[in-house]
């Protein structure tokens, strides 16, 4: 606390303030009376002190008084009346005119301070008052945000509760309408291979031969179900893929004819090809299979004919539109896009298009898996599907493939056809080790390989293979299922490896996250066969292995 503050109880009273100014003059008196001999002919100097304090703790009234009490004291006791208008000399009357001027200003000056300090003081303590009221305005708008914010948390966490709920009900009812679509698909197929293999049984026990029917019968149900298979891995983006860089031209023009054989002759096909087209990188089997769904859905929606049309483009995808498809990244792409002139879709039928099991067709014409297989096999090419679609004006499906940007030797590499060969068979002295844990399935695989003359071996585990593997350090080949108890194909290959560097190793599997697959790709250098695979698969992947190998 500073002076001003300390003194100013004395301010508060007057009568305080009075009897100080009185007593400051009378001491300011004495003073005078105990140096007089020291200062003669000044009479006031002594005074100026005590006018001064009067006035800093009294204000304008009680340095008055000092002003007033110390010219009666001095002009009574030390003023000499003959000297009065003496100038050489402070006393008198000039003296008293200066002392009342010179006084009046101190008092006046010191009076300013006061108010001034006073104003100062009373704005401090104004603003002080403010900022206490503006804490606690504070305080209270900040518990009234804090109840606020707490009330918006309850309903946020009480809205993505329910949305939750919501989207697990929809997750149950996807899983239920999947499930009871594979389920009446799988019922027809199995009813038509064990129909058919049940007729040949009867047959053949009572003598007959005439069983290849049925037999082509149940192998057609066998590939039926397999397909079926693959659709549903594609749509959940878990088929392994090997993609090779490819040009979509030459791609839609090696299609064509097949399109145009398969469609018939209502449905004009024409190809619009894109000069300058940038190279891809995709599975060519995939894309084929995507081509045909997309031409035969077409063909559907044009019964009475029509006019389907495929064509390529380069395209780019900017920012704008990966905030609209937030699942799609901006950049370069290689888009094919097929168009018919058919009946179209509503927007409503077009928004659930590329669900699982959902289509327009009559009962029998169609699974619903056409356009969900594309759509998986676009996203996890790294791509996108989309579908441009309005009743009564035709339909366009879009698919966009990233730009593949390797150097001309990678393209020319990925272009290079494959030669077609008979069905190749062993040379007479390599051995393969198959390692499967289904008795089944390892017994049709190794009989299938002997009788395409291999030498095999068979283990039902990894630790069994292993032994076996240090008995024969002949073998050349590990066919091993990715998926078995103990070890997976990936660990007995891994240790095999290190045991024999110079075997070879073919992965055989029906589903696989992430043993050999990542991002939805083989990994670099590895083999594999998709079950169910057919013996022709089976003998060509076999002996593409071994010749690399030698």
Request: glycine content about 10%.
């Amino acid at each position: 606390m500073n002076l001003y503050e300390r003194t100013h109880t004395i301010r508060q009273r007057p009568s305080m303030a009075y009897l100080g100014a009185i007593l400051l003059t009378l001491l300011a008196f004495a003073a005078r009376l105990v140096i007089g001999s020291a200062l003669p002919g000044f009479a006031f100097i002594t005074f100026f002190p005590a006018v001064l304090l009067a006035a800093y703790l009294g204000g304008r009234v009680a340095g008055a008084l000092s002003v007033t009490l110390s010219i009666g004291l001095a002009w009574y006791y030390f003023v000499e009346p003959a000297r009065s208008f003496d100038l050489a000399w402070p006393s008198g009357h000039l003296a008293i005119g200066l002392f009342i001027l010179n006084a009046g200003l101190i008092v006046l000056a010191v009076s300013a301070m006061n108010d001034a300090y006073s104003r100062l003081s009373d704005i401090e303590r104004e603003r002080a008052r403010l900022n206490l009221e503006l804490e606690r305005r504070v305080q209270e708008r900040t518990r009234d945000l804090t109840t606020t914010n707490d009330a918006l948390r309850t309903e946020i966490a009480a809205r993505e509760e329910a949305e939750a709920r919501a989207a697990q009900l929809q997750r149950l009812d996807a899983i239920g309408q999947l499930t009871g679509g594979v389920a009446h698909d799988f019922n027809n197929m199995l009813g038509i291979v064990i129909g058919n293999l049940e007729l040949a049984q009867r047959k053949l026990a009572r003598g007959g031969a005439d069983v290849i029917r049925h037999i082509d019968g149940a192998m057609d149900g066998a590939r039926r179900g397999a397909t079926l298979t693959q659709r549903l891995l594609a749509f959940a983006r878990k088929q392994p893929l090997a993609p090779v860089v490819t040009d979509l031209n030459r791609s839609v023009t090696e299609m064509s004819e097949l399109l145009r054989r398969t469609l018939g002759e209502q449905v004009a096909v024409e190809c619009v090809l894109s000069g300058g087209l940038w190279r891809t990188c995709v599975d060519p089997g995939q894309l084929e299979s995507a081509l045909v769904n997309l031409a035969v859905n077409a063909r559907d929606a044009m019964p009475g004919g029509g006019k389907l049309t495929i064509e390529t483009m380069n395209t780019h995808l900017d920012e704008r539109y990966s905030d609209d498809h937030p699942e799609v990244a901006p950049g370069q792409y290689v888009a094919i896009a097929v168009s018919d002139t058919g009946t179209g879709m509503p927007a409503d039928v077009a928004a659930r298009a590329f669900e699982p099991f959902f289509t327009t067709k009559e009962v029998g014409r169609g699974t619903g898996l056409g356009l969900s297989q594309i759509y998986g096999f676009a996203k996890q090419s790294g791509g996108h599907a989309k579908i441009y679609s309005e009743a009564g004006h035709g339909t366009t499906i879009k698919l966009y493939f990233p730009r593949y940007s390797g150097t001309d030797q990678e393209v020319a590499a990925g272009l290079m056809p494959e030669p077609e060969a008979a069905l190749p068979r062993s040379n007479g002295d390599e051995v393969i080790l198959v390692v499967e844990d289904e008795a089944g399935v390892r017994a049709t695989t190794v009989e299938t390989l002997r009788e395409l003359g291999y030498t095999v071996q068979e283990a039902s585990d990894g630790a069994s293979a292993l032994l076996l593997l240090q008995e024969l350090p002949s073998v050349e080949l590990l066919l091993t299922d990715m998926v078995m108890p103990g070890m997976t194909g990936r660990e007995l290959a891994d240790e095999a490896a290190e045991r024999s560097p110079h075997i070879s190793v073919l992965y055989m599997t029906g589903y696989t996250r992430n043993g050999i697959v990542h991002g939805g790709k083989l990994d670099p250098g590895v083999q594999l066969l998709t079950k169910p695979f057919s013996i022709d698969q089976l003998a060509r992947k076999v002996r593409a292995i071994l010749d690399d190998r030698r």
